[in-house]
């Protein structure tokens, strides 16, 4: 199963013959042997890291979660699906690694005018157009673009649930956001999951800084089931 999809509008056929013609050289993407721009599946490297690629007809996707996408996919008949390298298997937590991951997506989907990625680990299916400015940002140094990787459960009571940051760093994150609204949580489960996402899970009971003077988030890692929870105290 790949990590990413890019989805095309085009069929299949379309999409193999628009393959052929991009310009691979100027995107700073080489293949593994010559003869593989002309084949539909093989070994492609990206800023020095290995992918594997597969075009495909579209097929049912298990989508969690659209973001700035409409939730018909039968606009697309066809996909990009992207992988590890086998020389980076398990590069999922090796965060630069998914950052050059996340940019390949940009530039392939840029070059074949790809209409949404689907997101596997987190089952997010997102437009391409927002896909492509969060990882921009990301890239120019802003936040980890948890919308498009990471679903959120907000319907337990006053609990935030991720599900598909465990795929990034090993944990899932629950914040317990007692007494804010879940709206004004997102705003600390962002910045929690930028960390985790980016420096790696969290292995002892810590205190970090909160978001405004005087309060600290409470992180406690359970090991044994691989969730970080966390709870927002306040000064008062």
């Keep these: 199963m790949s990590v990413m999809s890019l989805l095309i509008t085009q069929s299949c056929a379309e999409l193999e013959l628009a393959w052929q013609s991009v310009a691979f050289e100027k995107l700073g993407i080489s293949f593994a042997r010559e003869s593989a721009k002309a084949e539909t599946t093989g070994v492609i490297t990206f800023q020095s890291v290995s992918f594997t ?28 699906h992207i992988d590890f390298g086998p020389a980076v298997r398990g590069g999922n937590q090796v965060p630069a690694i998914v950052k050059v991951l996340l940019q390949l997506g940009v530039s392939l989907g840029q070059a074949l005018q790809a209409g949404a990625v689907f997101w596997r680990p987190g089952s997010i299916m997102s437009g391409f157009d927002y896909y492509a400015e969060a ?9 980890f673009p948890a919308l498009l990787c990471i ?41 929690l999951v930028h960390d ?22 409470l992180l406690m890692p359970d090991l044994h089931k691989k969730v970080l929870s966390a709870r927002l105290i306040t000064a008062n």
């Design 151 to 191: 679903d959120f459960d907000t319907s337990y009571s006053a609990i935030v649930q991720s599900r598909g940051l465990n795929w990034l760093c090993g944990q899932e994150l629950a914040f317990d956001h007692t007494p804010l609204t879940s709206n004004i949580a997102m705003r600390y489960v962002v910045r």
């Design 53 to 80: 690629f597969s075009i495909q007809a579209m097929a049912h996707l298990e989508v969690a979660k659209f973001i700035f996408c409409q939730s018909d996919t039968s606009e697309f008949h066809s996909a990009i």
């Design 196 to 217: 985790l996402a980016t420096r790696g899970s969290v292995d002892q009971k810590i205190t970090v800084p909160g978001m405004t003077v005087g309060e600290t988030v």
């Design 135 to 143: 990882v921009s940002q990301y890239a120019d140094g802003g936040a």
